[in-house]
């Protein structure tokens, strides 16, 4: 019997291993596409598996997924050579998650033949992986429509091209290495890329900047922002959002993009399915306008280098710094423009000469004043930085400390910063925030 209201979710399942962080525990999770699983769960919606796995995972995530909703589970190949466990250093993806799929260069997907028949599913999500997808094509019917969310194993989209006039939606993250090889500086390559394989919308998912939906039909765009807070864990959100969005196209693009977005929000905010799926429940009250009209937090990729952040910190050579340095490498994985006074105008000698003092002063005011907002990190309570954060706050600029060894708590410093946090993930978030503020005023 065909399952037409069925969400039928293919791709690899994958043992989750969180690493062990500070004030945070190790975490063992179903992964892969059981993300996009509990995401449809948590929304009841309707939905199948068809994945693959190494045998040993068979019958735990059978059973699992089953408990969850799952109306079948289909094995469709076994995987050699590696465990399919994925390590996990970093899961608020404040920068680069470290992800680190073990024995990944020995690992085979070996298709079962035959071939488990797919033909009683309509909408179909696939995550890409190591297997291979046309060798998939015929499984299905021929009045499927698909939907593909790419994320690291698709190089070229012409590997798609067995699906032309049969896609729904193309959803590409911008931590993807797709994003990054066709999309990272101009968004126009990606999307004649995407336009070959005819889908109906391409969904931009932008991480804490929201997302884009381009409907390629009409040729708008909508701008769905994101909702920050405190994230608990980011590993999964996009599937999440991915498939609710397409267990939702009945409701049009729109409505299902907003509501796709809204369950990657209760996602990353809680690792227990119950949790999510009451706050889920209770966000889908709320009506399309009312979301609308709320807003959140819109600052598109390609936007974010029109703003320059000045980094407020003792940059120095001969200091530890890990802290500022972990800061740098979040703002730029975020494609945010950070501009260093010791790396742009020098690193004085000790001692320097009055000249010398003046000559970079004025260069890092000048830099201080070019710039639309600061970062400022002032490890061992830096006499510099916290000059500087004085004069950022008197030139109204929006200031973010982040004082991670927490040394600078002061009425002036914590009161007069937009944002003052010994978290990165929050000073991340705030820094976002005010960057999307400016670009709301220049009307963008």
């Known amino acids: 019997m065909p399952h037409n209201s069925t969400v039928l979710i293919v791709g690899e399942l994958v043992v989750d291993y969180t690493l062990a962080q500070r004030d945070a525990m190790c975490k063992l999770r179903l992964g892969g596409i059981a993300h996009a699983a509990r995401g449809l769960w948590a929304a009841e919606l309707e939905y199948s598996v068809a994945a693959f796995c190494p045998r040993y995972l068979v019958e735990e995530a059978k059973s699992y997924l089953l408990e969850t909703g799952c109306k079948e589970f289909i094995w469709l ?24 799929d073990l024995m990944r260069d020995t690992k085979v997907v070996k298709l079962n033949d035959p071939l488990p028949c797919l033909d ?33 194993d698709l190089e070229d989209l012409s590997q798609l091209k067995a699906f032309k006039g049969r896609v729904q939606a193309i959803i590409i993250s911008t931590s993807s290495s797709l994003f990054m090889k066709l999309g990272k500086d101009d968004i126009a390559g990606l999307l004649d890329a995407v336009r070959t394989l005819q889908p109906e919308v391409f969904l931009l998912k932008e991480n804490r900047g929201g997302s884009r939906l381009f409907n390629l039909c009409d040729g708008g765009v909508i701008e769905i922002p994101a909702t920050l807070g405190r994230t608990a864990n980011s590993v999964g959100v996009g599937d999440v959002y991915t498939s609710v969005m397409i267990g939702l196209q009945h409701m049009g693009w729109t409505e299902a993009a907003w509501r796709g977005c809204q369950a990657a929000t209760a996602y990353s905010q809680s690792t227990f399915p119950d949790d999510i799926k009451r706050d889920l429940t209770r966000a889908f009250r709320v009506s399309l306008r009312t979301l609308e009209a709320l807003g959140g937090t819109a600052l598109p990729w390609h936007d974010r280098p029109r703003y320059s952040i000045y980094l407020a910190g003792p940059d120095f050579t001969y200091i530890e710094k890990q802290e500022l340095d972990r800061a740098v490498d979040s703002l730029t994985y975020h494609n945010f423009r950070v501009r260093r006074p010791i790396v742009e105008n020098g690193e004085l000698k000790s001692p320097s000469s009055e000249g010398d003092l003046r000559h970079t002063y004025n260069m890092d005011y000048q830099l201080l004043k070019e710039c639309d907002a600061i970062f400022a990190i002032p490890l061992g309570r830096d006499a510099g930085t916290l000059v500087e954060i004085g004069m950022a706050i008197e030139m109204r600029k929006p200031v973010i400390t982040y004082d991670p060894r927490r040394e600078n708590e002061n009425t002036m410093v914590m009161a007069g910063s937009s944002v003052y946090s010994a978290a990165l993930d929050e000073c991340l978030n705030g820094t976002f925030n005010a960057i999307a503020g400016l670009r709301a005023n220049h009307g963008e």
């Open 120 to 152: 009683a599913y309509q909408k179909i999500v696939i995550f890409p992986g190591k297997f291979d997808i046309d060798a998939l094509t015929n499984a299905f019917a021929a009045d499927a429509k698909f939907s593909f969310d790419i994320a690291y």
């Open 77 to 100: 190949g076994d995987i050699t050579g590696a465990p399919n466990v994925i390590l996990i250093g970093d899961v608020t993806e404040v920068s680069h998650q470290g992800y680190e």
